[in-house]
Every structure is written in C-alpha cells, then in structure tokens.
C-alpha cells in the first residue's frame, strides 16, 4: 500500500513538473530540498503535504480512486498460459490454449502467409484506414469460402459481410446488432461451450441460457436433450452453434443430426447463429467443415456467422474475422450491413489491414490457395497422429480396462478428457501439464514425443486424485 502511496504522490509529483518553469518556481523550490507545494494539494484532493526531514512531498493518504476494483480473476483459457510461464519446472507442457504448435512445440507460421507477406511488401502497400466494413477483397473472399461461391445467398447477394476482429470480435459485433434490434431475445448456447462466448454476451447485455449437448455417460453428443431444449427455447430465439469441431468436446453432430436440428429450428422461428472458428483445421477441407452451415442456408433460412482465421492460417495475433449475416432479401442484406457498421465505429472504427490483405491474397491466388490447403490438411494430420499416438499410449498403460477411444472420436485441436477439475489441477501442480480446469486438452500443442508423459499424467490424475464425479465415465 506504502508504494502505492508513493507512486500516487510522485504521479502527482510529475505533474506538478511538467509545469512550466516559472509556475513550478513560485517562490516554493529551494536548493537540497523538494517541496511539491499547495498547487498540488489543491488540484488533488486526494493528497496531503508530508514532510521528510528536508523533503516535502504530497503522499496520497486516501486511497486510490480506483480501490473499488477488485482482482479480476484470470481467464479460464488464457489464464493457463500465464500460470505456465511462472513455472519454472523443466517438464512443464502448455495444453491450454488453442493455439498450433508443431512437433517441436514451436510457434508455426505457414509458409504460405509468409509468402503472402513478402508478396504484400513487394507491393509496398500502404497503411490507411480501411472502410469501417473492412477490405472489400476480403469480405468477398471470406464469404465465398464459407458458402462456396456458387451459393444463390452469393450469387443474389444476400449476405450482409463485416470484418470484424477475428472470432470474437465478430461474435461482439453480432451480439451488440441483437441487442439493438432483437431486444429481449435470448441466446441458446451449447452446455459446455468455448468459455468466452458467456462474457460476450454477457457484455453485450444479451441474455443467454444453455442447451444439453454434452452426455459424460456416452462421452458423446446428448442428441435428444439437445433437441428437446431448442424445441423448449422461446420463438425466435438465436442458437448458437458450432460449425464444426466443437469447443470443448470435440463432438459434432453427424449430418443426418444437423437436418433434424435445422428441422426443429425452423419450426420454432429460431435463428441459427453460427461460430466458425476451424474451418478446414478440423477435417482438412474446408468445404466438409463448412457442411452444417451450408446445409442449414440452403433451407434459405437466414442465419449468422462469425468466421475466425486464428486457427486456419494460424493469424492468431492479427485478429482477422468476418461476420456474416445471411438476409431473406439483397435489400435486408444492404441495411443490416449499414447497421453492423454503424455499431463498428464507435466500437473500433475500423478493422486492421494486415491479416484482411494475407487472406485476400492468398484465396485470390490459385497456387497460393492450393499451399495454405496443403499446410492445413498437414496440421490437421500432425493432430490426428497425436490424437492416435496419446490413445496407444493410453491404452497401453491403463491396466484397468476403461476404455479411452473417444479420444479417437473427437474432432479439432482439442480432447475433452473427462478429467474433473481436481483431477485437472492434479495435472498441473504435480506433472506441470497446464490445461484448462474443465479437462480439455489442446492436442494441438502436443508432440509426439510427449505423449507417454501426458499418458501418465492423466492415468495418475484420473485413477488418484478424488472421486469420479456423479456421471462421469
Ligand atoms: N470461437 C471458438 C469456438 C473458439 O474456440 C475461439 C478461440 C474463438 C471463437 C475465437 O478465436 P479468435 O482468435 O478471436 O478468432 N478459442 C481458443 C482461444 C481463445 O480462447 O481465445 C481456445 O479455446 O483456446
């Protein structure tokens, strides 16, 4: 609290000098000893005179103005990186984040946006601001990956398209245009679901509640309790749902799942609201992962979705996303995207450039667009053998019998291992494998060469530490 103090007083200190000379002067400053003087007392309320031997100086005696704060806590996903990084442990592993890592552990940029990048400084393009709706280039690119580019919502012109900032920003933005012209409605979000989606909505002032999805007793998808509760939503509601590879559990739905789900979301009036962060980083291909999506707007439903290329091209840190807003007409597609940019401006004004130009001119480039598919269906292969080599290891040193092949089942960067959240912080205090406290795994950020490793962690935390909780497998 003491330096806190201080620091106070020596903020006002430095205000105080950077007073113009003569003002700072007024007959208060003498030589060998420092007095900060009335002035800063009367423009801080907060402050009072002290006086150390020769020195005086302002020391807030009050607290901080900012004392009503409390410690936020850390967040449940990115937390997890910064407990890694105070440990200091040699064996320690960051499964937290869902973030590429190849087989090195290392950080990977694909060749392809590296190629992109040097295209752009060829060109030596410039850095001015980009319309609030973002690059045009981009948006017609993105749009076109999603819904193929032969989709009637294209060709008639029916998609309203934003950049927005990444997967996320994109969900803020479309929850902000529901807040504003859907008022009372309600989002329907998967139970679980990736944990930021509660804080967007949250933030945005819409109300959410959650459908069943996740069955711990078949480590599968709870299909009938699934339907039951958007059946149950009322009229009109969003659902939200994943594209494909679903965050945390790594369970989709099989297609013949997706009609029944479009069929009871017709039926109720509801609107599908659709998070897009892996498409073609789960499968490979991005037209199978963008299958859901497809096939729900071609019951000419409209529809949202939030696109992200954090994952795809691995541009993490450029924030480059889309929101996509599917209209029943060219005219409805025109004013929501009029509105979309009007809630942008005083949000963030407008998108960053860099990631906009990677992606335009990597899907605008015929052999550009043939490599960045080449890398993802790579990295995706890099996940599916660890995915195979953590379920050997698993099975070779559990000599209980539980079966683990659902491991094997499960689609994406991640492994939803069932793991309690004792037992998850048994893999983190003892084996130092940083995970989220819900068990899930970024297996993309695991090697081969880690596997045994991990296979041990989890067999010591899932056969040592506590109880199976009710339901659990
Ligand atoms: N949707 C889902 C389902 C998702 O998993 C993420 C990121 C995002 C959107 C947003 O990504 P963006 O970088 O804003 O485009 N998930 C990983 C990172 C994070 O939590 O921010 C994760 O689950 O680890």
């Known amino acids: 609290m003491a330096s806190a103090m201080l620091s106070f007083a020596s903020a006002a200190a430095s205000a105080s000098a950077s007073l113009p000379v003569h003002e700072n002067l007024k007959g208060k400053t003498k030589i060998g000893s420092v007095n900060f003087g009335s002035s800063v007392q009367e423009r801080n309320p907060f ?84 319309p609030i709706e973002g690059l045009a280039a981009f948006n017609k690119a993105t749009a076109e990956l999603l819904f193929g580019a032969e989709n009637p919502v294209i060709k008639q012109q029916r998609v309203a398209t934003v950049q927005g900032l990444s997967g996320t920003g994109s969900l803020r933005l479309a929850a902000a245009l529901i807040e504003r012209y859907f008022p009372g409605a309600k989002v329907l979000i998967s139970s679980p679901t990736w944990g930021n989606h509660k804080n967007i909505f949250n933030d945005a002032r819409v109300q959410w509640s959650e459908y069943r999805y996740y069955d711990p007793k078949t480590v599968g998808l709870d299909f009938d309790g699934m339907i039951a509760d958007i059946k149950a939503a009322p009229e009109g509601s969003f659902i939200l749902l994943h594209g494909c590879a679903h965050n945390p559990t790594g369970i989709d739905p099989t297609p013949e799942q997706w009609e029944k789900i479009a069929d009871v979301i017709q039926e109720k009036n509801h609107i599908p609201f659709f998070d897009v962060a892996y498409q073609g980083f789960a499968s490979g291909s991005l037209d199978a992962d963008a299958a859901s999506v497809r096939l729900l707007s071609a019951r000419g439903m409209e529809l949202l979705v939030a696109q992200s290329y954090s994952k795809n091209l691995g541009l993490y840190a450029e924030r480059i996303g889309a929101i996509n807003v599917v209209c029943s007409s060219a005219d409805a597609a025109t004013r929501v995207k009029s509105q979309l940019k009007r809630l942008a401006r005083p949000m963030y004004s407008n998108p960053p450039v860099h990631g906009a130009k990677i992606v335009a001119n990597i899907v605008g480039d015929p052999a550009l667009f043939n490599e960045w598919k080449a890398e993802m269906e790579m990295m995706a292969g890099r996940i599916k053998n660890v995915r195979q080599k953590l379920y050997d290891s698993l099975s070779a040193k559990d000599k209980s019998g539980k079966d683990w092949s659902f491991i094997l089942k499960q689609i994406g960067m991640f492994s939803f291992t069932g793991l309690s959240k004792t037992q998850s912080e048994n893999m983190t205090k003892k084996w130092h494998v940083h995970i989220t406290k819900d068990g899930r795994i970024s297996v993309a950020r695991l090697s081969s060469a880690k596997c045994e490793y991990l296979a041990d962690a989890i067999l010591d935390s899932y056969h040592n530490v506590g109880l199976p909780e009710i339901g659990q497998q």
């Open 47 to 130: 402050g009072k005179t002290k006086h150390f031997g020769r020195v005086s100086m302002t020391v807030a005696v009050n607290v901080s103005r900012f004392e009503g704060i409390t410690m936020a806590p850390p967040d449940p996903i990115l937390g997890v990186s910064e407990a890694f990084k105070a440990d200091t442990d040699e064996k320690k592993l960051n499964l937290g984040v869902g973030a590429y890592r190849t087989e090195e552990l290392q950080p990977y940029v694909l060749k392809v946006v590296k190629k992109a990048e040097n295209l752009m400084l060829e060109r030596g393009e410039n850095k001015e601001y980009l």
